[in-house]
């Protein structure tokens, strides 16, 4: 099974529905992630959370929503889904008190908004 | 927080050794260089990070400056696989708060 794991893989929904994308991971990490990569460009980073209780906006944050269930488990909402809100997505995780490896990414959602 | 800048596109000859540049002149003294690959739409993989000195491992090598101004990122004999993006990231080794920024990377094509 992969360290961090992303569901669903691809998802295509209508404007104005909601919809969550959903996280997980297996590596015991405190800090999730959630970054967005429009084509061309770099990734963007949406939400993160350094523990249970402890939720930042990124950079780009209006729109979306995040829920920290559990160490293991963060959530990301689009309340009212836009077509601009169309682009892949991916979740990460980090360990700060680790050794140095940086972050672990998870393979991405696809989501298209029509 | 320190900044970095790569070029926008690279290519390079299947066995061939790839070199990747990386701006980093603002860099401190207690922030590591990371690099990062991207192959078409997964999600960033961790290749190698260093302080000071260069490092080595089973995917890569990393050369550092000795002021630490600039890095470079060497895949020693690339192979069609090794096309991706390439980020080049700076950050604090542990700790603290600071969320590195991954800007458009470096596109590395590898060709025949």
């Known amino acids: 099974d992969a360290d961090v794991t992303q569901t669903p893989r691809n998802r295509i929904t209508k404007t104005g529905k909601r919809i969550m994308l959903e996280c997980s991971q297996t590596k015991g990490h405190d800090r999730m992630y959630w970054y967005r990569q429009d084509p061309g460009l770099g990734l963007r980073l949406i939400y993160y959370?350094?523990?249970?209780?402890?939720?930042n906006k990124g950079e780009i944050s209006d729109g979306y929503s995040v829920s920290r269930q559990a160490q293991a488990k963060f959530s990301l909402s689009l309340e009212s889904a836009i077509p601009n809100q169309t682009a892949l997505y991916f979740c990460?995780?980090?360990?700060?008190?680790?050794?140095?490896?940086?972050?672990?990414f998870g393979s991405g959602t696809r989501l298209t908004v029509v | 927080d320190a900044k970095t800048t790569q070029p926008t596109s690279m290519d390079c000859a299947e066995g061939r050794a790839a070199n990747l540049p990386c701006n980093h002149s603002?860099?401190?003294?207690?922030?590591?260089v990371y690099w990062y690959r991207q192959i078409h739409s997964q999600g960033p993989q961790y290749i190698i990070h260093g302080l000071k000195n260069n490092e080595t491992n089973e995917m890569a090598s990393l050369i550092i400056t000795e002021d630490r101004k600039s890095s470079t990122l060497i895949l020693p004999h690339a192979t069609l696989r090794d096309t991706a993006v390439y980020y080049c990231i700076v950050r604090v080794a542990s700790g603290g708060s600071y969320i590195p920024t991954f800007g458009r990377g470096t596109s590395l094509i590898v060709h025949p």
């Open positions: 603002t860099i401190s003294g207690n922030e590591y």
């Open positions: 959370s350094f523990d249970v209780k402890d939720i």
């Open positions: 990460a995780t980090s360990d700060p008190t680790g050794t140095n490896y940086g972050y672990t």
